[in-house]
């Protein structure tokens, strides 16, 4: 009897314990849930072109670059031809260049694309925050690790960049981890 009450007091806490420990979980996953809704509407003729990177959460893909920036053409196909380039360390650093394709899978939300630089694997390309002048952007994707901010020149006024941050913490995106992106003046 007392073996069975001992396993039952054991059984009991291990219960306590997993409930209370995805209780937790679950509150903490509620506490940090990020805002991740795309603009309305998004003109890709309009995005076209060439954006700079201001600021990005890092990343491995694009870990040590500055100077990076992300060209938007359209392909032949229909698709987005997409070139982003950067410098190695430093602004006359050794040049870097990917080159992939990006895709609009529900032509009712083009602010949700799917960007490719290997064979047939896709990331999401979220464009979350936009100027009404495409001058600025933001985008993210369907994880909380992915987040850059993006402008038409290589500089941002730091009051813009401010508004910016704080469209993002109202979001639920943890600004601090945003590093600058160094660029050059053109």
């Not at 994880?143 to 910016?164: A, H, K």
Request: proline share 3%; charged share 25%; aromatic share 12%.
């Amino acid at each position: 009897m007392k073996t069975i009450s001992k396993k039952f007091k054991i059984l009991s806490i291990l219960v306590s314990l997993l409930i209370s420990g995805s209780f937790s979980i679950s509150c903490k996953t509620q506490a940090t849930m990020t805002d991740k809704t795309v603009v309305q509407h998004l003109d890709i003729q309009k995005y076209l072109g060439t954006w700079y990177e201001i600021a990005r959460y890092d990343h491995k893909f694009e870990r040590g670059l500055v100077g990076v920036t992300a060209t938007y053409s359209m392909r032949d196909d229909g698709m987005i031809k997409v070139i982003n380039r950067g410098y190695k360390g430093t602004l006359d650093g050794k040049p870097s260049e990917a080159v992939g394709k990006a895709k609009i899978p529900d032509p009712s939300v083009p602010s949700r694309l799917k960007v490719s630089f290997f064979l047939f694997f896709y990331g999401d390309y979220y464009v979350l925050e936009l100027d009404q002048d495409y001058r600025w952007a933001v985008v993210g994707s369907s994880s909380d690790n992915y987040l850059w901010i993006l402008s038409r020149t290589p500089q941002m006024d730091e009051s813009l960049y401010r508004q910016i941050l704080d469209k993002l913490v109202k979001r639920g995106y943890n600004v601090e981890k945003l590093i600058k992106v160094p660029q050059k003046n053109n």
